[in-house]
T-cell receptor, first 116, second 109 residues
């Protein structure tokens, strides 16, 4: 069974440029998460989807970050414009759903963003 | 948010048992405790989850005392491939998803 797929794996951009990350969750998983992970730190939840609905986006910096999950499958996370402090690894995870925050999450390999 | 506290790092040798303790004093009634393992350049991977007492699976055991204010992940007979960062996560009830800084486990020959 294929795991969570993320692309690109690496991205280097200049500050003020836009950037987008794509995630394809495990087939059949209704819940999708986006995390940000800084070096030496644990993942920080940005947004959680239940199917197409963003049920928790309280940690998403909405002035520059946006996300969508059309048709309840793939998801895209966008930053516009990017700032130097956005350099981090962006992780996508999925879970079957139905158990809220206790669901077992399956993570993708992440996208390493470097903002110059 | 549930704040978890773990040792920053631990060292061990192959074949030894490793116990990593996580403190979570403000755990809520409906919160579960979950441990994840993360290798460099990979996303975290689920190890084990529990609510109280003891849970065991093919790779680890999780011990949770009656007051649930801490938990201990036990890895029996570690090998070099167990070198990774281990995260304790408390969530589900009154607390949302908050990973701590994790414990870097280093296993040597």
């Amino acid at each position: 069974e294929a795991g969570v797929v993320q692309s690109p794996r690496y991205k280097i951009i200049e500050k003020k440029q836009p950037v987008a990350f794509w995630c394809n969750p495990i087939s059949g998983h209704n819940t999708l998460y986006w995390y940000l992970q800084n070096l030496g730190q644990g993942p920080e939840l940005l947004i959680r989807y239940e199917n197409e609905e963003a049920v928790d986006d309280s940690q998403l910096p909405k002035d520059r970050f946006s996300a969508e999950r059309l048709k309840g499958v793939d998801s895209t996370l966008k930053i516009q414009p990017a700032e130097l402090g956005d350099s981090a690894v962006y992780l996508c995870a999925s879970s079957l759903g139905g158990q809220g925050y206790t669901d077992t999450q399956y993570f993708g390999p992440g996208t390493r963003l470097t903002v110059l | 948010l549930a704040k978890t506290t773990q040792p920053i790092s631990m060292d061990s040798y192959e074949g030894q048992e490793v116990n990593i303790t996580c403190s979570h004093n403000n755990i809520a009634t409906n919160d579960y405790i979950t441990w994840y393992q993360q290798f460099p350049s990979q996303g975290p991977r689920f190890i084990i989850q529990g609510y109280k007492t003891k849970v065991t699976n093919e790779v680890a055991s999780l011990f949770i005392p009656a007051d649930r204010k801490s938990s201990t992940l036990s890895l029996p007979r570690v090998s070099l491939s167990d070198t990774a960062v281990y995260y304790c996560l408390v969530a589900g009830g009154g607390n949302k998803l908050t990973f701590g800084t994790g414990t870097q486990l280093k296993v040597e020959l």
